[in-house]
């Protein structure tokens, strides 16, 4: 179990990279923890669910364990599409998830308590896509390295960013989260990941 309460996002990734990291313990299907404190009463739990593949060795699932329940559900963690609809249902508009995640990324330890639980999971499975192409390996598959190379980091700050404008014509959870929107870069080939990135850095311009 990682305590990981009152980090920074900087600070949580390099908790993620080293579990990922320890080849020996990093595989599928084993389960890592990591502990959020809101107060004595309130606290967070994520899992990581390990499922290292050849050209993807940091893959894994991560979830959230529902407030006011003992355990996780069963099954995988919320998808991408998932998490569209369920901001969706939270947020009137982008700008106040942006707003939120910021504040997050600065300091997870919210005592107040006040934000959706979806934008915490957003919020660690965000990190743990920077995370996740830091695995150091003495001979790297070509295609680890393509898809290594991404800059994930300043992307995800980027829609970040441009969620924050709160206009759909530049951006909306539709365009981040679906693998068919234009700034989805978290799933497909390292060459429909590069693009998607590069229409971020378009759009900010």
Same mark, same amino acid.
């Given at each position: 179990? /990682?305590?990981?309460?009152?980090?920074k $996002?900087l600070?949580?990734v390099?908790?993620?990279?080293?579990?990922?990291?320890?080849?020996?313990?990093?595989?599928?299907?084993?389960?890592? /923890?990591?502990m959020?404190?809101?107060?004595?009463?309130?606290?967070e739990?994520?899992?990581?669910?390990?499922k290292p593949?050849?050209h993807?060795p940091g893959n894994?699932?991560?979830s959230?364990?529902?407030?006011?329940?003992?355990?996780?559900?069963?099954?995988?963690?919320?998808?991408y599409k998932?998490?569209?609809?369920?901001?969706? $249902?939270h /947020?009137q508009?982008s700008?106040s998830?942006?707003?939120?995640i910021?504040?997050?990324?600065?300091n997870?330890?919210?005592?107040?308590?006040?934000?959706p639980?979806v934008?915490?999971?957003?919020y660690?499975?965000?990190?743990?896509?920077i995370a996740?192409?830091?695995?150091?390996?003495?001979?790297?598959?070509?295609?680890?390295?393509q898809f290594d190379?991404?800059? +994930?980091?300043s992307? +995800?700050?980027?829609?970040?960013?441009?969620?924050e404008y709160?206009k759909?014509?530049?951006?909306?959870?539709e365009?981040?989260?679906?693998?068919e929107g234009r700034?989805?870069?978290?799933?497909?080939?390292p060459?429909?990941r590069?693009r998607?990135?590069?229409?971020?850095?378009?759009?900010l311009k």
């Amino acid at each position: 179990l /990682y305590d990981i309460t009152g980090f920074k $996002a900087l600070q949580v990734v390099a908790t993620l990279v080293g579990i990922i990291n320890d080849r020996e313990k990093f595989t599928t299907g084993k389960n890592f /923890y990591l502990m959020m404190k809101h107060n004595a009463k309130v606290e967070e739990l994520f899992r990581l669910n390990a499922k290292p593949q050849t050209h993807q060795p940091g893959n894994g699932i991560v979830s959230i364990r529902p407030r006011r329940r003992e355990r996780f559900f069963r099954g995988s963690g919320t998808t991408y599409k998932g998490l569209r609809k369920v901001l969706g $249902a939270h /947020y009137q508009d982008s700008i106040s998830f942006a707003k939120d995640i910021r504040k997050i990324f600065l300091n997870n330890k919210v005592s107040d308590c006040d934000f959706p639980q979806v934008t915490l999971e957003a919020y660690m499975i965000l990190l743990f896509e920077i995370a996740r192409r830091m695995v150091k390996l003495k001979e790297p598959s070509e295609k680890k390295e393509q898809f290594d190379v991404l800059p +994930i980091g300043s992307a +995800i700050a980027g829609i970040v960013k441009l969620l924050e404008y709160g206009k759909d014509e530049i951006c909306t959870f539709e365009n981040v989260f679906p693998s068919e929107g234009r700034f989805h870069f978290f799933s497909g080939e390292p060459k429909t990941r590069k693009r998607a990135i590069g229409d971020i850095k378009t759009a900010l311009k």
